[in-house]
């Protein structure tokens, strides 16, 4: 089968972050489709390939940090770009497209008007409900149509893949054909994770005889990092000095919360500049706990974060501050916790069970393992995802 894969931000390992899509383009290819990606790029245009699948890179320059109206000129720019080499390209036998933004999905809507060619359709964050109900989309007339596209995206997928079981519902209630929706969540890589534990490095220091707590991942406003540096200057104050939080991260925010860490002193937290899927695999074991970090927002909480499986692969004690899907999972499989992100010292109250109790703790990291294992493996979830393509 002949599949063009629209992911607006698709990465290697070897840029970082979320990486789902490369592992799905590979099964893909391995499983005997022609697999083609289309996808942006801040400096250059042109294809490259990637063992079995080819990428073609649209330049549209983009960055976290970029606010809302330099956003939607980027999903316009790279909308028109993708458009122009889709239908001049040899007819596919499906057109793939994961979100967000969601205009990858009218991108495909379109292609599917004009030219009659079926897709399938991923989605990765509720769009427009995230926007809304952070208040980033105040226009009227820009929500009205971004709702209406929403729902004309799902009905007219052959098939729709949720990333989680709240935003398999919720797009279940939005269209007639329940049976199309699929839910396949993130994975977790138990074969490239370790659960390994190191307690030197010399890369970072400060973290040699400490329990350490690592967060990976963005810095933008649905993240609300700000409350990890919050539990930071609670535990500097109160006196908890074995406890250390490891921040490897990028975005918006980034800069106000090293500010604010700067103006408390904190010395228990380290920074470090984003870095590619190696580099975290080697960081999370530095580590005894991942935290994963939402903003007080319940559309958010449907999300499937990468972090969070990265650490259950690694066999992390997993802390959340925020309710939802993945607070019920943790809590069935006994291999974290919850805490009010607005209360630090429940953090601590929490956290110190098990850091006086090293059995405690490492039967929970064992069970983080085993949720990576049962739940979301790697594996299992891609061949589940091929099955569509069959």
Not at 20 to 30: K, P, T, Y
Not at 100 to 116: D, E, M
Not at 273 to 278: D, I, R, V
Request: overall charge positive.
């Amino acid at each position: 089968m002949r599949i063009f894969y629209v992911h607006q931000y698709f990465k290697t390992p070897q840029e970082g972050g979320a990486i789902r899509s490369w592992h799905l383009a590979n099964a893909l290819a391995a499983d005997g489709h022609e697999v083609t990606v289309i996808t942006s790029h801040n400096i250059e245009s042109g294809v490259r390939h990637f063992g079995n699948f080819r990428v073609c890179y649209i330049k549209v320059a983009y960055d976290n940090s970029f606010g809302f109206t330099k956003r939607v000129r980027a999903f316009l720019s790279f909308f028109y770009k993708a458009f122009n080499v889709i239908i001049s390209d040899k007819r596919p036998d499906i057109l793939f497209a994961t979100s967000t933004p969601l205009t990858v999905g009218i991108l495909v809507l379109l292609i599917k008007k004009l030219k009659g060619f079926p897709y399938f359709f991923e989605v990765r964050d509720l769009w427009p409900l995230v926007p809304d109900e952070m208040g980033v989309l105040k226009n009227d007339f820009i929500l009205k149509a971004a709702y209406f596209f929403e729902k004309r995206i799902y009905k007219n997928a052959d098939k729709v893949i949720a990333l989680s079981p709240p935003i398999a519902s919720y797009i279940s209630e939005n269209i007639d054909e329940k049976k199309k929706v699929i839910c396949i969540p993130n994975f977790s890589d138990c074969e490239y994770f370790v659960t390994e534990r190191k307690a030197y490095s010399e890369k970072y220091p400060l973290v040699n005889g400490q329990f350490v707590i690592g967060y990976f991942g963005a810095a933008g406003k649905a993240n609300d990092l700000l409350r990890l540096a919050e539990a930071a200057a609670y535990f500097k104050k109160t006196g908890k000095r074995n406890v250390v939080f490891l921040v490897i991260s990028s975005g918006a925010e980034l800069a106000s919360i090293k500010k604010f860490a700067k103006g408390y002193d904190l010395d228990n937290i380290i920074f470090s500049e984003f870095q590619n899927k190696e580099n975290i695999r080697e960081a999370l074991t530095l580590c005894d706990a991942s935290y994963v970090s939402y903003a007080d927002f319940p559309s958010l909480w449907t999300g499937s974060p990468n972090k969070f499986f990265d650490g259950i692969a690694a066999g992390k004690l997993m802390i959340l501050n925020f309710e939802g899907w993945l607070k019920e999972v943790v809590e069935e499989y006994s291999c974290g916790f919850y805490y009010d992100r607005l209360r630090p010292e429940q953090l601590w109250e929490k956290l110190e069970p098990y850091l006086n109790n090293s059995e405690l703790l490492e039967k929970a990291q064992i069970n983080s393992r085993q949720l990576a294992l049962e739940k979301f493996s790697k594996k299992e979830l891609a061949s589940k995802f091929l099955t569509l393509f069959r």
